[in-house]
């Protein structure tokens, strides 16, 4: 079992900046890719934006390419989503995952069935 826990969300202006961490602990080995979730009041929870444990490829949904940066630093069993020029659509909570198979296609990172491990949330609220 793995376990995450998100840290970094909060209230901030449109235009501005956050930097969302997800730390992992537990049975660590078994991850071979994580990604960040998000869910709006009222709405599906949607794919923002995923990475391989190893490799350097990365997947965003379209909305938030050119804005938010995904990166891990696997020493430290973490993930980031660094989040630039944020737009009160960005308001969700955002959620991280963790999945023990590896990702072959843009599809099967974009879907939330195929992770295995969830954190708790962290709110983000983009003010107008």
């Known amino acids: 079992q793995v376990q995450l826990v998100e840290s970094g969300g909060g209230l901030v202006q449109a235009g501005g900046s956050l930097r969302l961490s997800c730390a992992a602990s537990?049975?660590?080995?078994?991850?071979?890719?994580m990604g960040w979730f998000r869910q709006a009041p009222g709405k599906d929870r949607e794919f923002v934006a995923a990475?391989?444990?190893?490799?350097?490829?990365?997947y965003y949904r379209d909305s938030v390419k050119g804005r938010f940066t995904i990166s891990r630093d696997n020493a430290k069993n973490t993930m980031y989503l660094q989040m630039n020029s944020l737009k009160p659509e960005d308001t969700a909570v955002y959620y991280c995952?963790?999945?023990?198979?590896?990702?072959?296609?843009?599809?099967?990172?974009?879907?939330?069935?195929?992770?295995?491990?969830w954190g708790q949330g962290t709110q983000v609220t983009v003010s107008s």
């Open positions: 995952a963790a999945r023990g198979a590896r990702i072959i296609t843009p599809a099967q990172a974009m879907a939330n069935v195929g992770y295995d491990s």
């Open positions: 990475i391989p444990w190893t490799g350097t490829i990365t």
């Open positions: 537990g049975r660590t080995f078994n991850i071979q890719a």
